[in-house]
């Protein structure tokens, strides 16, 4: 019995290869009878007579494209199979040793939603490309143990006997991905909760169809950039056919940009497991040559695994700097997730964000600063307090020409508010004292909740700053929502700084959950009616009072959390900006808005919103500096 891991799986293979040819045979007498035909699965079909030379193959002969069969899971199922035919296209290793190989029928059906590719397992296995081998074995739909209630299986031989018939074949042409019925899915990756298996219209059944198979992207770009993974140690990016579905809205850099009803299905990750080489991508660059890869199937997500070493043409983009002009009368404010600054944060990270704060974003009068940790990072010590974190950052703008800011924010409870361990992850604000001033209030904690005061018709805050609701269970295992009240010129503005919960936990858009289930949405729904509702009750209090709701939110704005967070108060200041240019995050490919600034509807008007791609779209190689693009907004403040 072979356990869940692919590095460790283990089998008893039969003693006689007699017993498995006597079952194959009996598995298709069975199936042609319609003795054998499981529920949503489709049976195979009757045979045809194809002739090769002089010789009649007679369709009892099992051949991959039976195997995989028009569906996610193949009809074969649990059978044993005997003699399958194919050439070797791919040999996968683990470091040094072989766990298998991919191998293609050269003797295609006329179903373009049967895959004619496979894997077979068999460690050790002496096999070469281009071999011509004959297989008998069990077939089995793999998934990893601890993957079994999210992802797709993978349809493959577990070997009992391989046998080689011929050596220096050629390898199947790869079939050409967006030609003929083979057609780029579009809008959906599926519509039916897998009812039907349609390629042509559900981007999750067109992969599958193609599982196993050689294929080629003629026109590839990229629109992930490179990630490095550990288990398995691995670099992957993502690309589409830049030619594919071309009406589609792209970044400036040539990222795809997602919709509320379209997640960009024809995305394709590509990953290193066979090469081993791995050129480091940003969004926007090109590949010299069509991209030649086996497609495959893990962490719930299709994967091109390509055959070849990659050569990368450089896109040009570069990261910019805002076009949001400072002005001595207008107020500019920036949302700005630095993803688990501390103060033992590498020296390079900590000169990145300072010069992301002084020259691409010029300078902002007060900054929501996300994902400031503790003192000490992510060593679970016990100490929360951040201002010597704060103090790096200050320290290092100052050098590079920028305002002595100031840092203020309220120390979470010690491993309460979700995040990394130990680094007690905290929303705040460093904000610039020759430009704005923070009202003289007494500072709440971390359990006092934060209220709204009138005096003389204009509302205040009781603690400046406050958390909002402390002790709500909407914010549980997250950070805390993070009000304080500044003057700018005479002229007041509350500032809420929040970083909502994660999407940790929700199921992939090409996982086995269809529709995919959004586990972690409701909280961020329960987060979002709290805030709104403090800000109802600063409207309440003072209609002109000047509200400004900032921070990662892990949503779009199309999502019901963000609808929820503006309902009938603030305007989504993302939302003013072409479709284009509404991203901060590039995550699978998908170029997506997490972070916002939504303002008092009366100060939309006369507020201006730049998103700074600097970020999302490059690696560390190219100067990236957190996963996060900052969000900066000028505006004119009324009274």
Do not use: C
């Not at 990236?624 to 403040?637: C, E, G, M, T, Y």
């Amino acid at each position: 019995m072979r356990t869940s891991s692919r590095n460790n799986r283990r089998w008893q293979k039969p003693a006689l290869a007699f017993l498995v040819l006597v079952a194959s045979v009996a598995l298709v007498v069975l199936l042609r009878q319609g003795g054998l035909a499981p529920q949503n699965r489709l049976s195979l079909p009757e045979p045809d007579r194809n002739t090769h030379g002089d010789v009649t193959l007679m369709a009892d002969t099992v051949r991959i494209h039976d195997i995989q069969g028009a569906a996610h899971r193949s009809p074969l199922e649990g059978a044993a199979v005997s003699n399958v035919e194919g050439i070797v296209t791919a040999v996968v290793k683990d470091g040094n040793s072989v766990t298998g190989f991919y191998m293609q029928d050269t003797q295609p059906d006329s179903d373009p939603r049967t895959s004619e590719g496979i894997f077979v397992y068999e460690p050790n296995v002496q096999v070469n490309e281009g071999d011509r081998v004959k297989v008998s074995g069990t077939v089995k739909e793999y998934v990893s143990r601890n993957r079994q209630a999210t992802d797709l299986t993978l349809t493959e031989i577990d070997a009992s006997a391989i046998s080689v018939t011929e050596n220096g074949q050629p390898l199947p042409a790869p079939l050409v991905l967006g030609e003929g019925a083979y057609r780029y899915p579009s809008t959906v990756i599926d519509n039916d909760r897998f009812a039907r298996f349609d390629p042509e219209e559900d981007g999750i059944d067109f992969w599958e169809s193609v599982e196993g198979m050689l294929v080629q992207v003629k026109n590839p770009r990229v629109v992930g950039e490179s990630k490095r993974f550990t288990d398995p140690p691995s670099v992957e990016f993502v690309i589409i056919d830049d030619q594919a579905n071309p009406g589609k809205v792209r970044t400036p850099s040539g990222g795809i940009i997602i919709a509320e009803d379209n997640y960009n299905p024809e995305r394709i990750t590509v990953a290193n497991k066979l090469t081993g080489e791995a050129p480091i991508a940003k969004v926007g660059d090109k590949l010299a040559e069509p991209v030649v890869g086996v497609i495959d199937y893990s962490i719930a997500n299709y994967k091109l695994y390509n055959t070849k070493p990659l050569q990368l043409i450089d896109g040009g983009y570069r990261p910019f700097e805002t076009t949001i002009e400072p002005a001595a009368d207008q107020l500019t404010i920036a949302s700005y997730n630095i993803e688990n600054f501390s103060r033992v944060s590498d020296l390079e990270k900590v000169k990145r964000i300072s010069a992301s704060l002084v020259h691409n974003l010029k300078k902002p009068d007060i900054v929501g600063v996300i994902e400031m940790q503790d003192n000490d990072g992510p060593a679970d010590t016990g100490v929360t307090d951040a201002r010597l974190s704060a103090q790096v950052l200050i320290d290092e703008v100052s050098r590079q020409g920028g305002p002595a800011y100031r840092y203020v924010d309220i120390a979470p409870v010690n491993n309460n508010d979700g995040g990394q361990k130990g680094g007690n992850i905290r929303v705040g604000f460093l904000y610039n004292p020759e430009r704005v001033r923070l009202a003289d209030r007494p500072a709440g904690n971390a359990n006092t909740a934060v209220h709204v005061v009138t005096q003389q018709g204009v509302a205040h805050l009781s603690h400046n700053p406050g958390r909002i609701d402390p002790g709500n269970a909407a914010f549980e295992k997250s950070r805390k929502p993070l009000a304080a009240e500044f003057l700018f010129r005479g002229k007041q503005v509350i500032v809420i700084a929040n970083h909502f919960n994660s999407k940790g936990g929700d199921s992939g858009l090409f996982g086995s959950q269809q529709p995919p289930v959004l586990t972690s949405e409701a909280q961020r729904v329960k987060i979002a009616q709290e805030v709104n509702g403090f800000v109802r009750e600063i409207h309440a209090a003072d209609p002109d009072a000047n509200v400004v709701v900032l921070g990662d939110l892990n949503d779009f704005s199309f999502s019901k959390p963000i609808l929820t967070l503006k309902e009938e108060v603030l305007v989504n200041m993302v939302e003013q900006l072409p479709a284009r240019e509404q991203y901060t995050y590039v995550y699978d490919g998908n170029s997506q808005a997490l972070d916002h600034i939504l303002v008092s509807r009366h100060l939309a008007d006369n507020a201006k919103v730049d998103i700074v791609n600097i970020n999302s779209e490059f690696t560390e190689e190219h100067g990236r500096a957190s996963d996060h693009d900052p969000v900066l907004v000028k505006i004119d403040l009324p009274h």
